[in-house]
Structure formats: structure tokens, C-alpha cells
């Protein structure tokens, strides 16, 4: 996954990269203003957010979603939801 924060403190992430298409389908907006984040290599997610507040985002699986011209492609959707720390 890709993250940024845009110049409006917007998070977003890149959805839709896979081995083939590895520039991704389009950029996903993210619903917090964060002023930092910090993202570990199995895609936890942690941000400060402009009121001071430290959050961790928590990935739940939607399903499995095919290339329906690389049946092997296995990407997950993951859609998640802001734990207050």
C-alpha cells in the first residue's frame, strides 16, 4: 500500500495495486486530518492527528477481489476504523 497526506492534511491511500498494475486503480481518502503518520511493513497504520490525539487504524478484510485476467492476482480489499490510543 501507498500512503500521503495531501497539502489539505487529507490521508489517502493508493487501492488497486497488484503485480500488473502496479500504479494502482485510484487514491482512496482516508476520513482523518493527521499531521504525522507512521505505516509498518504489514500496513498498521498510526497517525497524529491535528488535535493532538494519537490513532492506530485497524484493517478488517472485505473479500478477495480477482483480476478477472489474472486469476492468481489475490488482492484484498481492506477497508478499517480508527482506535483512539
Not at 22 to 28: N, P, V
Not at 55 to 74: C, E, F, I, M, Q
Request: glycine share 8%; proline share 4%.
Amino acid at each position: 500500500m501507498v500512503w500521503v497526506i495531501d497539502s489539505s492534511n487529507s490521508l489517502l491511500c493508493r487501492v488497486g495495486i497488484t503485480e500488473r498494475l502496479f500504479e494502482g486503480d485510484y487514491w482512496k481518502k482516508i476520513p482523518a486530518s493527521p499531521t504525522h503518520i507512521a505505516v509498518s511493513p504489514t500496513n498498521g497504520m498510526t497517525a497524529l492527528l491535528s488535535s493532538g490525539q494519537l490513532v492506530t487504524l485497524h484493517h478488517r478484510v472485505l473479500g478477495n477481489v480477482r483480476d478477472s485476467t489474472d486469476a492468481d492476482s489475490g488482492e484484498r480489499q481492506t477497508d478499517g476504523d480508527w482506535e483512539l490510543l
